[in-house]
């Protein structure tokens, strides 16, 4: 059984820095694509960033380009989001994902973890 389960969340004031982490077991880790994705109270879930599996890309919302970076330890099994110059619109749960299919981990992720929520005051 697929198990996603992130950490590192918390409260920062904007400007600051958070890095998240997500635990990942239950499957080969290095096969999958990983993403993350937030939602905000209100709204709907927003795909934040995607590293693909093995030698593949990497992709980022414009919204969080150039501040947030997404990066993978496949000897952890272990996904992580650096957050740097966060901003209150930032503010949201934030959710690890995972899927075989690089689309699928863009759009519609099968497998997703419980979240971790970030708070960014002004």
């Known amino acids: 059984q697929i198990q996603l389960v992130e950490s590192g969340g918390g409260s920062v004031q904007a400007g600051g820095s958070l890095r998240l982490s997500c635990a990942a077991s239950g499957y080969t880790y290095s096969s999958y694509c990983m993403g993350w994705f937030r939602q905000a109270p209100g709204k709907e879930r927003d795909w934040v960033a995607t590293?693909?599996?093995?030698?593949?890309?990497?992709y980022y919302a414009d919204s969080v380009k150039g501040r947030f970076t997404i990066s993978r330890d496949n000897d952890k099994h272990t996904l992580y989001l650096q957050m740097n110059t966060l901003k209150p619109e930032d503010t949201a749960m934030y959710y690890c994902?995972?899927?075989?299919?690089?689309?699928?981990?863009?759009?519609?992720?099968?497998?997703w973890g419980q979240g971790t929520q970030v708070t960014v005051s002004s």
């Open positions: 590293i693909a599996d093995g030698a593949g890309g990497i």
């Open positions: 994902t995972a899927s075989q299919v690089l689309n699928n981990c863009l759009h519609s992720p099968h497998y």
